[in-house]
């Protein structure tokens, strides 16, 4: 791993959180393993959360009816993007992995993290009409989530009242990391840390450190290629694709499920290629 | 519909925007019948999306490990909280209905509004440990998620590329909405404004224009009871509750779908209640 560039995109308020140790964790072992680690504190540098029209310096292409993906393109393709977001997009662009740390607010991101994803995945730098999925921009790259929940495991499981942490993963990695091409790592997920003992607290984090010695050398989730789909038919399943899968019980994926059972924890970690042809 | 409260939390940059269409159409249509209409207007107010300890007045109890969950409960109780946070959630206190109006950013919210709902829906106010889910703070209110998407219809199929939308809503649904409590009622959907034609806009305003007129009067979409969920087993499905729907070939729900095939649809309009015993 060494020679890697990593960027940590962080959102805590405190350093003295369970967040700001496993951020403090991942910064250490991948130092030690040689590789460059730049941090994103978003807190503590007041990420502007927001998508607006001071992200473009200069004027806008169309005041009285403005769109925010079609201006911060035409503003990247013409370096008017405002400093902040491209600072983050610079950090982006040499960043061979890049770790999400922050607690989940209501089975998503915090919204400063969102106002990154938001303003810093321009239309053009991040992703194309035709540079998507798995031939998107940063497919070279690798990102991986690494989260606290408030709730225990168990409630999180497809028997269970906030349901199957898997659905609640699909939009964030395949619908914003995997869009852009990233090769999802698989979540690191730290279960309701304020609800335990200092104990299990550390051996968490010590799962993390272990876990970090070799991170950027694990298989990524399997999605399926972008050559799958027909684009004629508004990316369905292309015929073919599905008639070599018709005799198969589960679906491709949590999110492409095909009417079939969900295959158990597919947003979780790498499991064998099957759904390459 | 009359003497009804409706709140609008509404987050776009334009007053040209589709979007400001149809938060227009919905005020003009609820007011016409009677009901009270209140406007949270995020980018006009310029709402501060960000989780931050400004929004406690006075000092925190614990500064060197702030808890934003925790420091907010302890702040809404002694009325400590910052007054755009008490404005909104005198608002939210008196609304029958909330819709929440907005274009679709990567999968989710924009970044403003998921600040609207990390900041006003504090612990305590809309939520505690033992009011969730059915038993939920705002079980009186209803809510809609009524949003414009990037992508055709056809891209958010169990089939296609972007997958299910029925998975991509369930966190916000089930996970913001229906944890409060709220009955929610099926999401308003409004494909790709931007890339069909201006008479197709109309048609799509129209059916919006139509479906408010009986709005509050709609059948909510079904979730499982939370008396359904063991407790001391982390909120798992109680095995009677398993048992009666042993023979059942689809799961309760896309997210508590207990490895069985997700229900078609099940996060977009009312069913028929085949889930209660």
């Known amino acids: 791993m060494a020679g890697k560039n990593v960027l940590i995109v962080y959102a805590h308020q405190s350093s003295g959180s369970f967040n700001a140790a496993a951020k403090d964790v991942a910064v250490k072992v991948l130092t030690e393993k040689g590789c460059t680690v730049d941090v994103s504190d978003l807190y503590e540098i007041n990420f502007k959360a927001t998508a607006t029209v001071e992200d473009i310096t200069g004027g806008v292409k169309d005041p009285d009816c403005f769109s925010y993906a079609e201006e911060t393109k035409l503003a990247w393709e013409e370096d008017k993007l405002s400093s902040d977001i491209v600072k983050e997009q610079s950090k982006l662009k040499k960043a ?3 770790i999400f740390q922050f607690p989940m607010y209501w089975f998503s991101v915090p919204a400063i993290m969102k106002g990154w994803i938001d303003r810093v995945l321009t239309l053009g730098f991040a992703f194309s009409p035709e540079k998507r999925y798995s031939e998107g921009m940063f497919r070279d790259k690798k990102a991986i989530l ?3 929940t408030g709730s225990f495991e168990s409630m999180f499981s497809p028997n269970a009242i906030n349901g ?4 609640t993963l699909w939009p964030l990695q395949n ?3 995997h869009y852009c091409g990233f090769q999802v790592l698989g979540p690191q997920i730290f279960w309701a840390p304020a609800h335990v003992s200092r104990s299990d607290c550390s051996t968490m984090l010590d799962g993390w450190r272990a876990r970090l010695q070799n991170l950027l050398n694990e298989q990524p989730i399997d999605f399926p290629l972008l050559e799958y789909f027909e684009k ?3 990316f369905q399943l292309k015929p073919e694709i599905v008639e070599l ?4 019980e589960l679906g491709i994926s949590v999110g492409i499920h095909q009417g079939k059972k969900v295959p158990p924890n597919n947003q979780m970690r790498w499991h064998v290629k099957e759904n390459r042809f």
Chains 1, 2 share one sequence.
């Open 175 to 177: 619908g914003i990391l």
């Open 232 to 234: 004629d038919t508004g």
């Open 146 to 148: 690494s989260f606290t």
């Open 164 to 167: 199957d942490m898997n659905v």
């Open 245 to 248: 899968r018709a005799t198969e």
């Open 96 to 98: 061979d992995l890049v």
